[in-house]
């Protein structure tokens, strides 16, 4: 079990990653500038304890409050309230290859280049679908992690207000996906001979 001050510490750098142009965890690895004191003076101590009680290894606690920061929970307490969100990230983590061959499946009548380019200023295909949500995040982060799409589409999309976010959202969360990669390379190469 993790003691309050561990999950305070993990907390931190991962809202950092999701949150900070300039912190990267994983090139941090994981450490920030908090303090034992700033923990004891945090309202939310007793939860920050919860929660590191319930993880064993930094892996767990660390994909836990990503998760969390993907679906929008940035506060503790909405973590402990919301279990849902952990225990979906958990099930598409088990069963990611299977999830990105049947959305990527649906999506082979388009031309591969032209789903994850950015034509006339406009979103990609892909992120079209993901705002629709008939393909997921982790689809979409895979997909970018092969090629680095979202790098030319950055160059590409005229839309200044959502598509950054979304951007900054898939590069940053691409990092705590764990998959073979030179399998998902296959499956996508094979979805779209």
């Not at 931190?12 to 142009?21: C, D, G, K, R």
């Not at 700033?38 to 998760?67: C, H, M, P, V």
């Not at 892909?126 to 790098?151: A, Q």
Request: some cysteine.
């Amino acid at each position: 079990m993790m003691k309050g001050f561990e999950a305070f510490q993990y907390a931190t750098a991962v809202n950092l990653h999701f949150n900070s142009a300039e912190y990267d965890a994983f090139k941090y690895h994981f450490k920030t500038k908090v303090t034992q004191e700033s923990y004891w003076k945090r309202n939310d101590k007793y939860q920050l304890t919860k929660i590191g009680n319930r993880f064993k290894t930094k892996d767990e606690i660390i994909k836990y409050f990503a998760a969390h920061q993907v679906a929008g929970n940035k506060w503790v307490g909405d973590m402990l309230r919301d279990e849902k969100t952990y225990t979906d990230f958990l099930k598409r983590m088990e069963s990611l290859s299977y999830i990105v061959k049947d959305e990527l499946r649906e999506l082979t009548d388009t031309n591969f280049n032209d789903l994850l380019t950015a034509h006339d200023g406009e979103y990609p295909i892909i992120i079209n679908k993901y705002l629709e949500g008939t393909v997921s995040l982790e689809t979409v982060c895979i997909l970018n992690r092969i090629t680095g799409f979202i790098e030319w589409a950055k160059q590409l999309v005229s839309e200044t207000i959502l598509f950054p976010d979304i951007a900054d959202k898939v590069i940053k969360y691409q990092q705590f996906l764990e998959y073979d990669e030179k399998r998902m390379r296959n499956l996508v190469h094979n979805l779209f001979k």
